[in-house]
């Protein structure tokens, strides 16, 4: 039973730490991430990008913010105005930017993990069934407020 728990521990801080890389190679912004923070409640979401994660670690990485925090995120990537269904598909991007590099990032630490296809979440959605739910908030500058959630199965 320790050597689950040890396993699982070190596999978060796989997790964390990829995360907190993949967000300083793809999102060109001063950002400030806050420590992690376990929930104990349902996810409520009201526009997000949802990404399911297989491999050596399986669960969910979920981005969770305003529709236009993505597109001031957006915005300052491509240096045009994002909305609409341009919205909808580069916030999918974003997550999977974001996943595909911390997928990359965590291969040296001996974990492998794959990612499935984004997934956008618009609306009222309540996600459950997830053993272990970790909250990131990521402050970007002159932006605003990301949540990044680590679901494990």
């Keep these: 039973m320790t050597i689950q728990v040890a396993d699982r521990n ?3 801080t796989v997790l964390l730490n990829g995360t907190n890389s993949a967000l ?4 060109p ?3 400030q991430l806050s420590k992690p923070k376990l929930l104990n409640e349902l996810l409520l979401v009201h526009f997000g990008v949802f990404i399911g994660i297989t491999g050596d670690i399986k669960g969910k990485l979920v981005l969770v913010g305003e529709q ?3 597109g001031s995120i957006g ?5 045009a105005q994002i909305n609409d269904d341009m919205l ?18 965590i291969v040296n630490s001996g974990v492998s993990i794959d990612i499935t296809s984004p997934t956008i979440i618009e609306g009222e959605a309540k996600i459950s069934g997830h053993e272990i739910a970790i909250q990131l908030t990521t402050t970007f500058d002159r932006v605003g407020n990301l949540d990044i959630y680590l679901l494990l199965d």
């Design 10 to 12: 070190k596999s978060i």
């Design 88 to 105: 909808v598909s580069f916030s999918g991007e974003l997550g999977n930017m974001i996943a595909g590099n911390l997928s990359t990032n």
């Design 24 to 27: 300083k190679q793809v999102v």
């Design 29 to 31: 912004i001063q950002h």
């Design 75 to 79: 915005e300052i990537m491509f240096g």
């Design 68 to 70: 236009s925090i993505f």
